[in-house]
């Protein structure tokens, strides 16, 4: 499942409801007090069962008494099973809303001195007509008088099962009549399609931007406690065996020790007896982080603590979504540039896109830094504004958006930025960077994009949307040079689909664009780099071959899984060829040297690119 809009109504300054959306990765801007923490804290108490709004977090002005978080979500369960023999569909049961998303309701009496959930509710697209709007709140006999009392002809169904009486109920319904309902899930089968669907509800981790820092915070200590008990699993019959010996020998001299106050004082003898308290393992072992110098996590800087502790978030995320079988995971992390270097900064966001663009992940940010919003696709920039009477509204993908944002944060225009880069892709910019670098070190006059970028003179974007780097620069009229490269995606010698967009793009002021020779990067790496990179991955290929794809099969193929590739679920293998592409972008790029690439790209395409960037750049420096 995965998060498509949060709406909030009377939770802290969010009095009127306020919508949301969520993409892959999502940015909240605005200034201090906006509201940007209430919607994460708002997230963070619907995921976590155990969690409830504080006393004073009902709006001062709303209904105290309806304090509610909703969120929508897509990618739904094709199937619930309510019991061994009973399955049945959310569509089937009329529990999707106008938009064909599941849109669950917690509600909270925020008027107590301690809140507490009313009810849980979902609103969907719902029968309403006489004696056929209540169904999913029946118990068996009475669904099953319903039917009977309707006239509803069950002959041809089990009856036992709840689901197909209520389908045969409805079917019989010449007009349900059809509108917005809100059902409560506590009840009967609408309360086990509920527990189901709690199984399916993707992780949410948050990481406060005023949290604590030591190695001894929860979460630095949960994942290396996992990692711990881990450990001692696999070394179980071991420790059970010292366990026993231990026991043993101690009670052997226990058991003497009695007899020789037996012999001085036969009262005291019996009242003691050797009791044995087998040992809490988990709890022996006390993990600290230190450097080569012993110096301790809590010793260091704020900024490296900090970098620390978000990295030991993301393995603690990772592992409630493993060990809750979740098919997806939200990362949610407030102001994660609190304390770090802009370097730092830089390898956050690409750690946070890459996670974004992993299947099932969803990353949600808050920040008030240029530098994170600045290269950030403008369609996943929310702006969150404050209106005079106290009321917020949201700016999402639009120019106005942006504006905001850019006045918001301070973003003006780079004038160390030379040339905007524009790719398809980051695993296209992951390619660049790794091959640019390794040409550097064997012709200096080809431009290393990595140390470029590092030091803000060229700015990767996916064409998919302009980031809001990109934007600033461009009105403002700097006339910097853009340079797209776009993949020819041929699958045999020819014309590219793609040909008359790249002409057009050209015939734009300051716009260079080209196209691969081959299908696209990946067909520019040798299959020795990418053997020498995961020698299960042996594979030959041609101009026009999908690279990624046979690598994913010939992974898989190497792997234990009884599983054939063809017999994959199409999920399944868009996964496993997205893995590919990333690694084959990071991992098998290192693996190239100028011999190999000259062997795959003789007419030497890569070099004619970075030739190009590098005289544009010139041109840009000398003012032409």
């Given at each position: 499942m995965k998060l498509v809009r949060v709406k909030i109504r009377n939770f802290r300054c969010y009095k009127d409801k306020f919508s949301l959306d969520i993409g892959d990765i999502t940015a909240l801007v605005g200034k201090n007090d906006a509201g940007k923490s209430a919607i994460m804290d708002a997230l963070a108490i619907f995921f976590d069962e155990k969690a409830k709004p504080d006393a004073d977090d009902a709006n001062k002005d709303g209904d105290k008494k309806d304090v509610r978080i909703i969120c929508e979500f897509s990618e739904l369960p094709s199937n619930i099973v309510l019991d061994v023999s009973n399955t049945t569909t959310l569509s089937g049961e009329y529990l999707l809303n106008e938009d064909e998303n599941l849109e669950i309701h917690k509600v909270y009496d925020g008027s107590l001195k301690t809140p507490k959930l009313k009810g849980v509710f979902a609103v969907a697209n719902h029968p309403s007509a006489k004696n056929v709007g209540d169904l999913l709140t029946l118990k068996k006999a009475d669904l099953k008088t319903r039917a009977e009392t309707l006239s509803v002809d069950t002959s041809g169904i089990d009856n036992r099962v709840n689901a197909q009486v209520r389908c045969a109920i409805w079917e019989a319904t010449d007009d349900l009549v059809l509108q917005s309902t809100e059902i409560p899930l506590d009840a009967e089968d609408a309360k086990k399609i509920w527990e189901q669907l709690k199984k399916e509800l993707p992780p949410f981790s948050l990481?406060?931007?005023?949290?604590?820092?030591?190695?001894?915070?929860?979460?630095?200590?949960?994942?290396?406690?996992?990692?711990?008990?881990?450990?001692?699993?696999?070394?179980?019959?071991?420790?059970?065996?010292?366990?026993?010996?231990?026991?043993?020998?101690?009670?052997?001299?226990?058991?003497?020790?009695?007899?020789?106050?037996?012999?001085?004082?036969?009262?005291?003898?019996?009242?003691?007896?050797?009791?044995?308290?087998?040992?809490?393992?988990?709890?022996?072992?006390?993990?600290?982080?230190?450097?080569?110098?012993?110096?301790?996590?809590?010793?260091?800087?704020?900024?490296?603590?900090?970098?620390?502790?978000?990295?030991?978030?993301?393995?603690?995320?990772?592992?409630?979504?493993?060990?809750?079988?979740?098919?997806?995971?939200?990362?949610?992390?407030?102001?994660?540039?609190?304390?770090?270097?802009?370097?730092?900064?830089?390898?956050?966001?690409?750690?946070?896109?890459?996670?974004?663009?992993?299947?099932?992940?969803?990353?949600?940010?808050?920040?008030?830094?240029?530098?994170?919003?600045?290269?950030?696709?403008?369609?996943?920039?929310?702006?969150?504004?404050?209106?005079?009477?106290?009321?917020?509204?949201?700016?999402?993908?639009?120019?106005?958006?942006?504006?905001?944002?850019?006045?918001?944060?301070?973003?003006?225009?780079?004038?160390?930025?030379?040339?905007?880069?524009?790719?398809?892709?980051?695993?296209?910019?992951?390619?660049?960077?790794?091959?640019?670098?390794?040409?550097?070190?064997?012709?200096?006059?080809?431009?290393?994009?990595?140390d470029l970028e590092d030091k803000g003179q060229i700015i990767f974007f996916p064409m998919g949307g302009a980031n809001l780097a990109l934007w600033a620069s461009r009105t403002r009229h700097l006339n910097i040079p853009e340079f797209y490269i776009q993949d020819s995606d041929l699958t045999v010698a020819g014309t590219s689909p793609h040909q008359q967009e790249v002409n057009d793009t050209n015939n734009k002021p300051n716009c260079t664009a080209v196209l691969t020779e081959k299908r696209e990067m990946e067909n520019y790496l040798h299959h020795d780099a990418i053997k020498k990179a995961r020698p299960v991955a042996d594979i030959q290929f041609g101009d026009f071959d999908d690279v990624p794809l046979l690598t994913a099969k010939a992974i898989h193929e190497a792997s234990e899984s009884n599983a054939r590739w063809d017999d994959l679920p199409e999920d399944k293998k868009g996964k496993k060829v997205s893995q590919a592409k990333k690694w084959l972008n990071t991992e098998a790029v290192e693996k190239m040297i100028p011999e190999l690439l000259a062997e795959r790209d003789p007419d030497e395409d890569v070099k004619s690119w970075l030739t190009k960037i590098a005289e544009l750049m010139n041109d840009q420096s000398d003012g032409v």
């Open positions: 990481f406060k931007s005023d949290r604590t820092s030591t190695d001894q915070d929860d979460e630095a200590q949960d994942p290396m406690k996992a990692a711990v008990a881990e450990a001692l699993k696999s070394k179980e019959a071991e420790l059970e065996e010292i366990s026993k010996h231990v026991q043993q020998e101690v009670e052997a001299i226990a058991h003497k020790t009695v007899e020789k106050i037996r012999e001085m004082d036969a009262t005291l003898a019996s009242e003691l007896k050797p009791r044995f308290q087998p040992p809490s393992w988990k709890n022996v072992f006390k993990i600290s982080l230190t450097d080569d110098d012993q110096i301790s996590m809590n010793k260091r800087g704020s900024g490296v603590r900090r970098l620390i502790l978000l990295n030991f978030f993301r393995a603690k995320a990772e592992q409630k979504a493993s060990e809750g079988n979740a098919p997806g995971i939200i990362y949610a992390v407030e102001e994660p540039e609190t304390s770090q270097h802009p370097n730092n900064q830089r390898m956050l966001m690409d750690a946070f896109a890459d996670l974004a663009d992993e299947p099932n992940r969803q990353v949600i940010l808050s920040t008030h830094t240029p530098m994170l919003a600045r290269t950030l696709p403008a369609d996943s920039l929310r702006y969150v504004e404050v209106q005079d009477d106290g009321g917020r509204i949201i700016h999402a993908g639009d120019e106005k958006t942006i504006s905001l944002v850019a006045n918001a944060l301070g973003v003006l225009a780079d004038h160390d930025v030379k040339i905007f880069i524009g790719v398809e892709g980051r695993n296209d910019i992951n390619f660049l960077r790794g091959i640019s670098r390794i040409l550097h070190e064997s012709d200096v006059t080809l431009p290393d994009l990595y």
